[in-house]
């Protein structure tokens, strides 16, 4: 584990909220001085601390470990299902087609 690019990722989090590293370690009841050791990959953090810190800043912990969060296609999968099983039938034609034309999108992009 990379507790610097983890520190980074809190870093940027906390710059997008506007906030210092003073607030931000006051919002998780530790010290300013810890909070810079953790940003800068110092020290390392704790599960309480990490979720915490992830819990003022209104991110998953996924966010601030990973550089790019991790995708559970299963459980995308059954958050889609649920969500259409909730349609009716004209939404569901909707949904299809808005679900086409972003897959070829998406497609056109990646080439």
Known sequence: MNYYE????????????????????DKVGISATHMSHIETGNTKL????????????SVQTDALIYDAPQ??????TDEISDILSSCKPKELKIVTDVIKSLKISLDKNND
């Open 6 to 25: 983890i520190g980074q990722r809190i870093r940027k989090y906390r710059k997008a909220y506007n906030l210092s590293q003073e607030q931000l370690a």
């Open 46 to 57: 704790s599960l309480a601390v990490l979720v915490k810190i992830a819990e003022a800043l």
């Open 71 to 76: 995708v559970n296609r299963t459980a995308m």
